[in-house]
């Protein structure tokens, strides 16, 4: 009986063992499938992963085609060299009307128009040449000032508004060259419709994303262009009306001043 006991406790112990062999076993492939599959798709993850904006930009730029996207682009490229170049020189012209009025009046008082004059020379922007020029007629009368000072703001406010009329014929013309691009996408859809005489989704489908792409360019060029236009609008509208308060200012001083 003790040789059975003994026989039967190897068997088992045998048997465990084979079992935990097994399990083993089992465990280590399972792991080692996990770790494969983990590693393929960390290995597939960056094929799959998106690409980033100006990447999807310039796939998206190069799928509407050459031709209609390059006149759109055109288009941007020069309505934003007009916005900035405008920009830069309203910026410029820019004065600060109230320590100009100032000093022009400390000027009269102590040393005449010509000191008044001479602070307008050393001062940039087109309120200081619209005070120069009253200075200059005031020896003709007040009338002869106020008809200088008026006629000169015209001139300078032609010169704040040079060119904005592009941007304005850009922000029209972009989406426009985008609808027409999708006139012709759809054009090249329905062509190749007739041509194969079946209508198979892979036919129309590389005219119709051209069509849409040219559209979605075309508004984001004009979204973009009308941004800086009504910036620049805004712009030129504080300058004139600080030149329209500064001619009011000016013409009180020259009357006192004569006084």
């Keep these: 009986m003790k040789r059975l006991f003994s026989i ?3 068997a088992g112990t045998m048997a465990f063992g084979t079992v935990n062999a097994n399990a083993y076993t089992t465990t280590s492939a399972a792991t080692a499938t996990v770790a494969t599959v983990t590693q393929d798709e960390d290995s597939a993850a960056p094929a799959e992963e998106t690409l980033g904006f100006h990447q999807e930009l310039k796939k998206r730029f190069i799928e509407g085609g050459p031709g209609f996207m390059g006149i759109v682009l055109l288009c941007l490229i020069l309505g934003l060299a007009i916005a900035i170049e405008r920009i830069i020189f309203l910026n410029l012209s820019t004065t600060n009307t109230k320590k100009l009025t100032k000093n022009v009046e400390d000027a009269l008082q102590s040393g005449g128009i010509e ?4 602070v307008c020379r050393n001062t940039k922007g087109p ?4 005070f120069y020029q009253g200075l200059d007629r005031h020896d003709e009368g007040i009338d002869a000032a106020e008809k200088a000072v008026v006629a000169y703001g015209g001139v300078q406010m032609g010169q704040l508004e040079k060119n904005v009329s592009w ?4 922000i029209a013309l972009a989406p426009m060259l985008g609808f027409m691009g999708t006139v012709i996408g759809m054009i090249q859809a329905f062509d190749k419709i007739e041509a194969a005489g ?5 036919l129309v489908a590389g005219g119709i994303k051209v069509a849409l792409l040219t559209t979605v360019f075309g508004l984001i060029v004009a979204i973009i262009l009308q941004i800086f236009y009504n910036y620049i609008i805004a712009k030129i509208d504080s300058i004139v009306n600080d030149m329209e308060d500064a001619s009011i200012n000016l013409m009180d001083l020259l009357i006192r001043y004569k006084k």
């Design 167 to 170: 941007i304005s014929l850009f």
């Design 127 to 130: 309120v200081a040449s619209i």
């Design 115 to 118: 000191a008044a004059k001479e």
């Design 198 to 202: 079946d209508m198979q989704p892979s």
């Design 8 to 10: 039967l406790a190897i």
